[in-house]
Nanobody, 125 residues
Framework: QVQLVESGGGLVQAGGSLRLSCAAS????????MGWFRQAPGKEREFVAA????????YYADSVKGRFTISRDNAKNTVYLQMNSLKPEDTAVYYC??????????????????WGKGTLVTVSS
């Protein structure tokens, strides 16, 4: 079993930055593909960014490409999402998720096995 705890959300003005962290329990964290998803009020949950366990492959939604960066520190069992040039449309609850199945696509929420409870990011205009 893996537990994921997000932190780092908050209120920021448009153009500002935030860094989200996701701390994971479990000895095999380094083998999990990790992803960030978000859900805005009244909208479906959507993919934001993902990273493979060796961090050699990263993936981004088109809406955040060039502004957000996902990274991981396997020694600290933590994955990060650096968010720059934030826009009001980035306002959402951000969720961290982990996939342990071989071949899982961390860009797809249905392939993720574990989820955090989320952290709220609010971007004011």
């Amino acid at each position: 079993q893996v537990q994921l705890v997000e932190s780092g959300g908050g209120l920021v003005q448009a153009g500002g930055s935030l860094r989200l962290s996701c701390a994971a329990s479990g000895r095999t964290f380094s083998r999990y593909a990790m992803g960030w998803f978000r859900q805005a009020p009244g909208k479906e949950r959507e993919f934001v960014a993902a990273i493979r366990w060796r961090a050699d492959n990263t993936y981004y939604a088109d809406s955040v490409k060039g502004r957000f960066t996902i990274s991981r520190d396997n020694a600290k069992n933590t994955v990060y999402l650096q968010m720059n040039s934030l826009k009001p449309e980035d306002t959402a609850v951000y969720y961290c998720a982990a996939a342990h199945k071989t071949g899982a696509d961390p860009q797809q929420d249905y392939d993720m096995d574990y989820w955090g409870k989320g952290t709220l990011v609010t971007v004011s205009s």
